[in-house]
């Protein structure tokens, strides 16, 4: 079973600082790229960062792109997101996320809110 645990989540001030992780399991993580988005009630998830197996390459939405990093260890087969400089525009549930041959996996998210 595909298992995707996300945390670090909280409030913070505009500026501020904070670092997800997703912890997984289920499947062979080191061969698969992940990606994280966002939600906000009562719109569809945004796309917010994506990063390659191998470490190689990462993409990012424009929204986010020289304030957040993606990265990944797999050893620990978890998957980080670096956010620097929160705007309250920010403000969302973050999914980490894969696709397996069973599609889109994503785990319950962890809320981060941006706010002074």
């Known amino acids: 079973e595909v298992r995707l645990v996300e945390s670090g989540g909280g409030v913070v001030q505009p500026g501020g600082s904070l670092r997800l992780s997703c912890s997984t399991s289920?499947?062979?993580?080191?061969?698969?790229?992940m990606g994280w988005l966002r939600q906000i009630p009562g719109k569809g998830p945004e796309f917010v960062s994506e990063?390659?197996?191998?470490?190689?390459?990462?993409r990012y939405s424009d929204s986010v792109k020289g304030r957040f990093t993606i990265s990944r260890d797999n050893a620990k087969n978890t998957l980080y997101l670096q956010m620097n400089n929160l705007r309250p525009e920010d403000t969302g549930r973050y999914y980490c996320?894969?696709?397996?041959?069973?599609?889109?996996?994503r785990g319950q998210g962890t809320q981060v809110t941006v706010s002074s």
């Open positions: 289920g499947f062979t993580f080191a061969s698969a790229d």
């Open positions: 990063i390659t197996a191998d470490n190689s390459g990462t």
């Open positions: 996320a894969t696709t397996t041959p069973m599609g889109l996996q």
